[in-house]
């Protein structure tokens, strides 16, 4: 992990923005369940909404936004469903791609890519590759991701580097370990946001997220927009991080 490379400075009286939102966008069903509409619509209209949060994050001076977009235990849903977020997955690559890179977004993938079909292993690729050089916000989609398998991941290498002679055991800690995850050169996230009332975090950054701010809220993932950002970014301002620090009143 490194720090970003061009924080912004604030305008006097205006808090800095966290630098890094990830988002849980949960909730497309149930949205179009409440409409009487199926699953897939739901699925849609989140699209959309991925859409809009994108270009209102970079509005809102947030230089890393993490979307949630397939967990690795999402394969459990029936084939269809898959079959919809794959083709929302594509279109959304195929369509976006040219307007994120001509806003100099960067787009970093997340997640195991070894199993996946190889068109969208392909897209995935050609993504990171157009816009590797970009130096706006970053974008990182994480696809095909789990936590767990992750950090698992990340264990093996280092026992694979122990078993080689290049490390010893003794030199391990976070830092050794952060170094192999997915996020190696990423901030870790100020704000985790998750829509449509769950207050979980089903295997999504669970390493990353040792410092972070949670805000859950009602709204389903289809209807959170520029305001709903504001307003999770406004309750991040409320509170106060000690990094397991004491706050300045304890200090004094
Ligand atoms: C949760 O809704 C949403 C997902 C399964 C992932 C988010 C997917 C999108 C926004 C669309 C696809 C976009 C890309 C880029 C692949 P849910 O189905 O779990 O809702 P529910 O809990 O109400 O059933």
């Known amino acids: 992990m490194s720090m970003p490379d061009a924080a912004q ?3 006097a009286g205006v808090a800095t923005p966290p630098v890094h939102v990830a988002i849980i966008m949960d909730g497309n069903g149930r949205w179009a369940a409440a409409r009487g509409l199926p699953r897939r619509e739901g699925h849609r209209r ?10 209102a994050a970079g509005e809102l001076g947030v230089r890393y936004l993490t979307i949630y977009s397939f967990s690795a235990e999402n394969w459990s849903r029936p084939a269809d469903e898959i079959e919809d977020l794959m083709g929302l997955l594509k279109r959304f690559v195929r369509n976006d791609l040219a307007d ?4 100099d977004v960067r787009v970093r993938i997340i997640g195991e890519r070894a199993n996946l079909k190889p068109d969208i292993h392909a897209l995935l690729s050609e993504a990171e590759e157009l816009t590797k050089n970009n130096s706006g916000q970053t974008l990182v989609v994480a696809f095909n991701y789990g936590a767990q398998q992750e950090i698992a991941q990340a ?8 078993a080689s002679g290049k ?16 996020t190696k050169d990423i901030p870790d996230p100020d704000l985790i946001i998750r829509t449509s009332g769950e207050q979980r975090l089903s295997n999504f950054l669970l390493w990353q997220a040792a410092y972070a701010e949670f805000v859950f809220v ?12 504001q307003a999770a970014i406004d309750e991040f301002h409320k509170r106060e991080r000690r990094f397991g620090g004491l706050d300045a009143k304890a200090r004094a």
């Open 167 to 182: 490390l010893a055991a003794a030199e391990i800690d976070a830092a050794k370990l952060a170094a192999h995850l997915h």
């Open 46 to 55: 989140g699209v959309e909404a991925l859409r809009n949060v994108v270009k």
């Open 100 to 103: 994120l890179h001509k806003n």
């Open 9 to 11: 400075k604030p305008e």
């Open 155 to 162: 264990a093996k290498k280092l026992a694979e580097e122990v």
């Open 218 to 229: 009602p709204t389903h993932w289809p209807d959170f927009d520029k305001a709903a950002l």
